[in-house]
């Protein structure tokens, strides 16, 4: 993962509002299917996806504690009542304190882990095209997320050598050809396979 401190700072918007129309689609119904994320039904995913909004938007603000030093792998997401009104006002939440300069200076946490705040915005946006297309997957939804966030993650995520650097936060590097669409690249070094369907 490439650790590089400065850099400018980016937009989220058109990441966290193609989640939001997926999420918006969502039948009750089909909480309790199976994600490309083996430990998680839909339910579990759209309480993570809940949950990193959160933390990375109180990581923007530097406003540290349980929504930020939590390890996301040391419990299972649990998704409430009032999700349908919740997850798009965090993720509305999130882009606007990323669209702060002051958010991207200096370092922030996540995940409980102490990091540059020019990377938290870059790997915010890693998991916000990488969830979202879990759940067009998961849900049978269409999904065309931005370049400029495809890039982004793909930049982050890309293999370098030193899997290490990875953190062991994600499965291995799925192979695919240099030529596959930019999506399927940036779900394969995330560990998914671009050619997951629910059942296959």
């Given at each position: 993962?490439?650790?590089?401190?400065?850099?400018?700072?980016?937009?989220?918007?058109?990441?966290?509002?193609?989640?939001?129309?997926?999420?918006?689609?969502?039948?009750?119904?089909?909480?309790?299917?199976?994600?490309?994320?083996p430990?998680?039904?839909?339910?579990?995913?759209?309480?993570?996806i809940?949950?990193?909004?959160?933390?990375?938007?109180?990581?923007?603000?530097?406003?540290?504690?349980?929504?930020?030093?939590?390890?996301?792998?040391?419990?299972?997401?649990?998704?409430?009542?009032?999700?349908?009104?919740?997850?798009?006002q965090?993720?509305?939440?999130?882009?606007?304190?990323?669209?702060?300069?002051?958010?991207?200076?200096?370092?922030?946490?996540?995940?409980?882990?102490?990091?540059?705040?020019?990377?938290?915005?870059?790997?915010?946006?890693?998991?916000?095209?990488?969830?979202?297309?879990?759940?067009?997957?998961?849900?049978?939804?269409?999904?065309?997320?931005?370049?400029?966030?495809?890039?982004?993650?793909?930049?982050?995520?890309?293999?370098?050598?030193?899997?290490?650097?990875?953190?062991?936060?994600?499965?291995?590097?799925?192979?695919?050809?240099?030529?596959?669409?930019?999506?399927?690249?940036?779900?394969?070094?995330n560990?998914?396979r671009?050619?997951?369907?629910?059942?296959?």
């Open positions: 993962m490439d650790n590089t401190s400065h850099i400018p700072s980016l937009d989220l918007r058109p990441a966290a509002r193609a989640v939001a129309q997926l999420t918006a689609a969502v039948d009750d119904a089909r909480l309790a299917d199976p994600t490309p994320c430990k998680y039904a839909v339910r579990e995913l759209l309480g993570h809940v949950g990193l909004a959160t933390a990375f938007r109180d990581a923007a603000r530097k406003d540290l504690g349980p929504s930020t030093n939590t390890d996301p792998s040391s419990v299972l997401p649990v998704l409430h009542d009032d999700w349908r009104t919740v997850l798009p965090r993720l509305d939440e999130l882009v606007e304190s990323w669209a702060s300069p002051e958010a991207w200076d200096g370092h922030t946490q996540a995940g409980g882990v102490t990091l540059p705040a020019a990377i938290a915005g870059r790997v915010a946006v890693n998991e916000l095209v990488v969830h979202g297309w879990d759940l067009a997957r998961a849900t049978g939804q269409a999904y065309s997320p931005d370049d400029a966030s495809l890039q982004v993650a793909y930049e982050l995520m890309k293999p370098t050598g030193d899997e290490e650097s990875r953190g062991g936060l994600f499965g291995p590097v799925v192979e695919v050809p240099e030529s596959a669409p930019l999506l399927d690249r940036v779900v394969a070094v560990g998914r671009p050619d997951w369907r629910p059942g296959a």
